[in-house]
């Protein structure tokens, strides 16, 4: 008798499976016959499965479980999984070293990991091919999972076969067929697809904090920090227009105000949570700073925007100028260096300067850097405390500030 799966698939089996396990108390088994009741002691229905336009032969367990190879010792089959309540199936191939793990493998495509997981026991695994090697299972997995196959609506393979044991599959090729697939089959994504979206537009919830911890976890772990630049960078050189092009629209979104406000909002909330840690980036973002490459690749990057941006860079330099002598405007005191009473009070330090080369006391305006180092009472470099006078003068700031030495 012939069950029909599919337009592709159709499973061919000598006895009817109800032949095999009818049973009446009086009579025993009913429609006894020699060869129904030999295929009944060795618990084998001969099955055959039709697979596009060729008939396979399902080998039996017992058959399995002694075709080792020849060449390697190991054991190499091509297998089909059938639900027998939906009529979905999923073609594979196995290569294992002991029989044990034949039976505790059952498939790796993630479409039908995800339906076997809670419906186990309906489906049921027929061996249709035997091979030599490894490298016979892809050829066969090949010609039989093409891509008219995977238009199948009950195929539960997401790729062409063939890859994934001596010849693994490129990432880019790999998502190539999830894609294509995809497109074509958008029905059996949409469930899913629902799914998230109520879950993302539900607000917080036990579910979505769960999955944003697990992501947190996973995106923390070096090993994949390590994987994602290395597939940045790879991206980065095949494609560089379209790494120029992220890079900008990444730019112009965090120039959102919301956007910046939430960030904001966002490190406030980090830095009051994790007070050590966030000492400890800040320490080490310093050091990355003022390293001698960080010094050298910001000043190229400076000097190059400057070069494609002369106006802003003009407005830039005003701005700056106006801070330095923002920062270096307050009012200073001049002071005899014995009584410390004030001699002269000046509105900045560019006052004093120019004051003390009208009066030839010193030779250019250059003389500000003194009268600061004076007034800030910082350490100086030759390891003699701090400076205590400049141009035989002692200098204070006029609104007192607390020293730092004594």
């Not at 904090?209 to 994949?224: L, V």
């Not at 949570?273 to 050091?287: D, G, I, Y």
């Amino acid at each position: 008798m012939e069950f029909k799966i599919s337009d592709y698939v159709t499973i061919w089996q000598k006895y009817n499976p109800f032949e095999l396990s009818a049973f009446d108390p009086l009579e025993g088994y009913l429609d006894e016959t020699p060869e129904l009741m030999l295929a009944r002691m060795l618990g084998y229905n001969p099955t055959r499965i039709h697979i596009k336009n060729e008939w396979h032969d399902v080998l039996p367990l017992h058959q399995v479980a002694r075709s080792t190879s020849s060449i390697d010792g190991g054991f190499h089959f091509l297998y089909i999984q059938v639900n027998l309540n939906t009529n979905e199936y999923y073609i594979g191939k196995v290569n294992r070293k002991r029989w044990s793990e034949i039976k505790r493998y059952q498939g790796s495509g993630l479409k039908f990991k995800g339906k076997y997981k809670g419906h186990e026991n309906e489906f049921v695994r027929y061996f249709i091919a035997c091979c030599s090697t490894a490298k016979e299972t892809e050829e066969l997995e090949a010609a039989i999972v093409d891509a008219e196959l995977l238009q199948d609506p009950k195929c539960l393979n997401l790729v062409s076969g063939g890859g994934g044991t001596s010849e693994h599959y490129s990432r880019d090729k790999r998502v190539a067929h999830q894609r294509q697939f995809m497109k074509a089959h958008p029905e059996q994504f949409q469930s899913m697809i629902e799914v998230a979206k109520q879950l993302y537009r539900s607000g917080d919830s036990p579910q979505l904090r769960q999955r944003s911890e697990a992501i947190k976890a996973t995106m923390s772990d070096d090993r994949y920090r390590e994987m994602m630049s290395e597939r940045i960078l790879r991206w980065q050189h095949e494609h560089p227009e379209d790494y120029q092009r992220s890079r900008e629209n990444n730019r112009k979104a965090q120039q959102n105000p919301e956007v910046k406000e939430k960030k904001k909002q966002a490190r406030q909330k980090w830095m009051e949570e994790h007070p050590e840690e966030h000492k400890a980036m800040q320490e080490k973002l310093s050091l990355a700073r003022n390293s001698p490459e960080a010094r050298k690749k910001r000043s190229e990057s400076l000097k190059a925007w400057a070069k494609e941006n002369p106006e802003e860079a003009k407005a830039n330099a005003k701005k700056r100028s106006a801070a330095s002598v923002a920062k270096c405007s307050k009012p200073v005191n001049m002071c005899d260096l014995e009584t410390g009473e004030v001699i002269r009070t000046f509105t900045s330090q560019h006052e004093a300067a120019q004051w003390l080369v009208d009066n030839g006391l010193a030779k250019n305006t250059n003389c500000v850097s003194s009268i600061n180092g004076v007034c800030q009472r910082k350490p100086c470099t030759t390891g003699y405390g701090y400076r205590k006078k400049a141009y035989g003068y002692d200098w204070q700031y006029a609104e007192k500030e607390p020293e730092t030495l004594n």
